[in-house]
């Protein structure tokens, strides 16, 4: 076989085994994910330097555990998110699906990644060279819906061990891709249910212009993003660290952009005309927040929920300048420790991202 002039899009393709926080136990397959946009691997070695006194040059260069980061983006596209891919442990998507942060929380994801010829139309079969990063982290998550383009998820994955061609996690994946796959339901705008979500509106939230008969906003851009904050703990007599726990608690932000048409009107009081017992320093509210995205069938859904403690971190009112666009608010909002993500249909059906 002629050696490869390049990599791109239809040359390589992810597989995903989820672990146990132990790694005693694996899922029983590799999941494919469907509709992965692109994949990064940074690899950093972390050195420390000594020197010692009379002597200019180095004394040494102690080399600690290798830092491995790997992110993948996704489209929204009616199969299984990453997120439940790579936090499911032993049961797979079963056992991170409507589940909170602390349940799955120390479970690890194994992944591959297959790089085939760049004559070939499909990554399917044994990939000529292949990448193994065994016993990896989710490190960070974010889901993007846009009024223009396509939904998409995005993770990162950290760990400390990367192989190549070294079957570290059993033989090479046969890829199984097919030449012709298509998405079930690639997430547009109008893949926003509004019935089935609950978004952050009235007093310390997103003002609802008051002609809106269904009381909502002209939403233009939601992000909801965590970031676990990984740690490692290391031990004596052991290079590796034994294990990467989430730095409790967990910020969660999500963001809402809208078209302004009469302002923001969030109230920022300084309060100086109280004083006293009996007042309300307050400006702001507890809000609910639940998103979510429709499949192509009635039963195939993916919800992300934040719980009931959200509050509104910040709001930013732009645009509207001489240029001629539109003015726009962002309502930024903060919870901690609340993510759960439920998938159902489609959303949650092994079978369309089994390797068997």
């Given at each position: 076989?002629?050696?490869?002039?390049?990599?791109?899009?239809?040359?390589?393709?992810?597989?995903?085994?989820?672990?146990?926080?132990?790694?005693?136990?694996?899922?029983?397959?590799?999941?494919?994910?469907?509709?992965?946009?692109?994949?990064?691997?940074?690899?950093?070695?972390?050195?420390?330097?000594?020197?010692?006194?009379?002597?200019?040059?180095?004394?040494?260069?102690?080399?600690?555990?290798?830092?491995?980061?790997?992110?993948?983006?996704?489209?929204?596209?009616?199969?299984?998110?990453l997120y439940l891919l790579c936090m499911g442990g032993n049961t797979g998507i079963s056992g991170a699906n409507g589940l909170g942060l602390a349940a799955v929380a120390n479970n690890r994801v194994n992944f591959?990644?297959?790089?085939?010829?760049?004559?070939?139309?499909?990554?399917?079969?044994?990939?000529?060279?292949?990448?193994?990063?065994?016993?990896?982290?989710?490190?960070?998550?974010?889901?993007?819906?846009?009024?223009?383009?396509?939904?998409?998820?995005?993770?990162?994955?950290?760990?400390?061990?990367?192989?190549?061609?070294?079957?570290?996690?059993?033989?090479?994946?046969?890829?199984?891709?097919?030449?012709?796959?298509?998405?079930?339901?690639?997430?547009?705008?109008?893949?926003?249910?509004?019935?089935?979500?609950?978004?952050?509106?009235?007093?310390?939230?997103?003002?609802?212009?008051?002609?809106?008969?269904?009381?909502?906003?002209?939403?233009?851009?939601?992000?909801?993003?965590?970031?676990?904050?990984?740690?490692?703990?290391?031990?004596?007599?052991?290079?590796?660290?034994?294990?990467?726990?989430?730095?409790?608690?967990?910020?969660?932000?999500?963001?809402?952009?809208v078209i302004a048409s009469d302002g923001d009107y969030v109230n920022a009081s300084d309060f100086a005309d109280l004083e006293g017992c009996g007042n309300t320093y307050k400006n702001l509210e507890d809000k609910s927040i639940l998103v979510t995205v429709?499949?192509?069938?009635?039963?195939?859904?993916?919800?992300?929920?934040?719980?009931?403690?959200?509050?509104?971190?910040?709001?930013?009112?732009?645009?509207?300048?001489?240029?001629?666009?539109?003015?726009?608010?962002?309502?930024?909002?903060?919870?901690?420790?609340?993510?759960?993500?439920?998938?159902?249909?489609?959303?949650?059906?092994?079978?369309?991202?089994?390797?068997?």
């Amino acid at each position: 076989m002629a050696a490869n002039n390049r990599i791109y899009y239809a040359s390589q393709s992810v597989a995903l085994k989820p672990q146990n926080s132990d790694g005693s136990a694996l899922y029983s397959a590799w999941y494919l994910p469907r509709g992965v946009q692109s994949v990064g691997i940074t690899t950093n070695f972390n050195l420390e330097q000594i020197f010692q006194l009379g002597q200019l040059a180095i004394y040494d260069q102690i080399e600690d555990v290798p830092e491995i980061e790997v992110t993948l983006n996704k489209i929204i596209d009616g199969t299984a998110p990453l997120y439940l891919l790579c936090m499911g442990g032993n049961t797979g998507i079963s056992g991170a699906n409507g589940l909170g942060l602390a349940a799955v929380a120390n479970n690890r994801v194994n992944f591959q990644l297959g790089v085939y010829a760049d004559t070939v139309s499909a990554a399917t079969g044994t990939p000529t060279h292949y990448v193994d990063c065994s016993g990896m982290y989710l490190s960070s998550v974010s889901f993007t819906i846009p009024v223009d383009g396509s939904a998409t998820e995005d993770v990162t994955l950290v760990g400390n061990n990367k192989i190549w061609n070294s079957g570290i996690l059993g033989s090479p994946t046969n890829f199984r891709v097919s030449a012709t796959e298509s998405s079930p339901s690639t997430a547009r705008r109008y893949s926003l249910s509004y019935p089935d979500s609950v978004i952050p509106t009235g007093v310390g939230g997103i003002r609802v212009p008051a002609d809106r008969t269904n009381g909502k906003p002209y939403l233009q851009n939601v992000t909801i993003s965590s970031d676990l904050g990984r740690e490692a703990i290391n031990e004596l007599g052991r290079m590796a660290p034994y294990f990467r726990y989430v730095n409790f608690p967990v910020e969660v932000t999500s963001e809402f952009e809208v078209i302004a048409s009469d302002g923001d009107y969030v109230n920022a009081s300084d309060f100086a005309d109280l004083e006293g017992c009996g007042n309300t320093y307050k400006n702001l509210e507890d809000k609910s927040i639940l998103v979510t995205v429709c499949g192509s069938g009635a039963g195939d859904s993916m919800s992300i929920n934040l719980g009931a403690k959200n509050k509104l971190t910040s709001v930013n009112y732009t645009g509207g300048d001489t240029g001629g666009g539109n003015a726009t608010i962002t309502y930024s909002f903060q919870t901690f420790n609340d993510l759960v993500v439920s998938a159902s249909g489609s959303f949650a059906n092994s079978t369309l991202v089994a390797d068997a």
